[in-house]
């Protein structure tokens, strides 16, 4: 049990110091894809 919850602990850190990193690089690409996010959500929604 300790080792999945380990493993998506490492998993969650890498994804966000990938996101990071590309949000660093390009801080417009964290618009584009909150916009993106919340366009799908929208449409699930209403």
Known sequence: MNDKK???LRMMREI???LSEIYTK???AEK???????SVLQSKIG
Not at 32 to 38: H, P, V
């Open 6 to 8: 380990f493993e998506a």
């Open 16 to 18: 966000r110091d990938k």
């Open 26 to 28: 390009d801080p417009e």
């Open 32 to 38: 584009r894809d909150l916009k993106a996010i919340e």
